[in-house]
Every structure is written in structure tokens, then in C-alpha cells.
């Protein structure tokens, strides 16, 4: 069964620091979606992709944090530079279309990050 | 914003007991999804529901979308220690996907 893999799972930084994580969706999915997610609390929407086109960053703080689907495929959110506050779990989803109200989000593992 | 709100918030029940989480808003939904998360994993979906007071069941798990399409709930009847986990609803409008608060669900053997 296709799984929407992101990496790294586990990212250690310290703060005013440089970090990465990728995410490559379900193949032939449309939509890519990264959430910030307080443990414990639902999914907060970053940035929403339509292929390679970004339809929805009205919650990505654009000062420190960036994201790229260059080739509608895979995907990377930035932050740089890292603080106290962004630590949290980063989960990536992809879905067949995003233009469905029957659309199935698949979502990766998640990258857990924490800085120090 | 449409916010969804989800109560409880937390929940810890002994297993066989029955148990209902909620998810409230105030704006119309087109659907309501339905999320379990176990820790360290992403959320998988459980059920989407589109049609105002429409009920589905998945074995245990009973789901019910308000007839106005602002709220839903989920009824799970006894309950198992495989249920634990964080419960997510998330409503969809205007092409974009709006989670709820959680309602996280401890079930003891």
C-alpha cells in the first residue's frame, strides 16, 4: 500500500538554527498539505499545495519559515531560524485531488521536532 | 476561521464502558471527517459523512453528522484498550480541510 514518506522523523536543533524536512507524497497526488501539530492538540494547516502551485499559506509565519513543491512532487519545509516555539510535530498529508469534500487526506509519520 | 470544537478533552474509561466524543462549530460544513491518531503516527481517516443528519457504522464505532451540518459526533460501544488514541474531526469547505481540538481517549483493561 503507497505511504507518504517524510524524513527525518526525529530532528534535534538548537534555536536561531537552519532546519529541513521532506516530504514525498502518494504518487499521482495532486494536493500536499504540512500541519504543525501541538501534542496532544488537532493539526494546524502551514501550507497547502495544488501540484506545484501554493493555494493556501495564510498560517505559515513567511518571516522564518518557507515551503517548496518545485516539480509537484516532492516537498520541503524550512524554518530558519529555529525558535523555542516551533517545537512540535510537523506532519505532511497528500490527497488524489484536495477538490473534493470526499477527499481522503493521507498523512505521513511526521517529523518531531524540538529545539533547544 | 471555522473553528471546530471537540469536548471532552480528555477521557479515560475502563474498557467495555461506552463512551461519545463531539465536535461542535458554528459554521456549515460541506463534510466532517473523522481522524484516529495513536502516538507517534499521523492521523488515519475513519469516516467522512456529507449529509446532514446521516449516520455510518464501522463495527463499533457509530458516527452522526448534525442535521444543519455544523456539528457530528462519534459513539464508540464498549469500548477496547485498541481505541485509545487521539480522536480528530475535520471539516471541509472552500477546498481546505479545518481540524478540531482533539479528544484524546485513554481505554483501560
Known amino acids: 500500500e503507497a505511504e507518504v514518506a517524510q524524513s527525518p522523523r526525529y530532528k534535534i536543533t538548537e534555536k536561531s538554527q537552519a532546519v529541513a524536512f521532506w516530504c514525498d507524497p502518494i504518487?499521482?497526488?495532486?494536493?500536499l498539505y504540512w500541519y504543525r501539530q501541538i501534542l496532544g492538540q488537532g493539526p494546524e494547516l502551514l501550507v497547502q499545495?495544488?501540484?506545484?502551485?501554493?493555494?493556501?499559506d495564510s498560517q505559515l509565519p513567511k518571516d522564518r519559515f518557507s515551503a517548496e513543491r518545485l516539480k509537484g512532487v516532492d516537498s520541503t519545509l524550512k524554518i530558519q531560524p529555529a525558535e523555542l516555539g516551533d517545537s512540535a510535530m510537523y506532519l505532511c498529508?497528500?490527497?488524489?485531488?484536495?477538490?473534493?469534500?470526499?477527499?481522503?487526506?493521507?498523512f505521513g509519520p511526521g517529523t518531531r521536532l524540538t529545539v533547544l | 476561521t471555522q473553528l471546530l470544537e471537540q469536548s471532552p478533552q480528555f477521557l479515560s474509561i475502563q474498557e467495555g464502558e461506552n463512551l461519545t466524543v463531539y465536535c461542535n462549530s458554528s459554521?456549515?460544513?460541506?463534510?466532517l471527517q473523522w481522524y484516529r491518531q495513536e502516538p507517534g503516527e499521523g492521523p488515519v481517516l475513519l469516516v467522512t459523512?456529507?449529509?446532514?443528519?446521516e449516520v455510518k457504522k464501522l463495527k463499533r464505532l457509530t458516527f452522526q453528522f448534525g442535521d444543519a451540518r455544523k456539528d457530528s459526533s462519534l459513539h464508540i460501544t464498549a469500548a477496547q484498550p485498541g481505541d485509545t488514541g487521539l480522536y480528530l474531526c475535520?471539516?471541509?469547505?472552500?477546498?481546505?480541510?479545518?481540524f478540531g481540538s482533539g479528544t484524546k481517549l485513554n481505554v483501560k483493561p
Open positions: 498529508a497528500s490527497s488524489l485531488s484536495g477538490r473534493s469534500r470526499t477527499d481522503t487526506q493521507y
Open positions: 504518487s499521482g497526488h495532486a494536493t
Open positions: 499545495f495544488q501540484d506545484e502551485s501554493v493555494v493556501d
Open positions: 459554521s456549515v460544513f460541506s463534510s
Open positions: 459523512v456529507v449529509t446532514g443528519g
Open positions: 475535520a471539516g471541509y469547505n472552500f477546498n481546505k480541510f479545518y
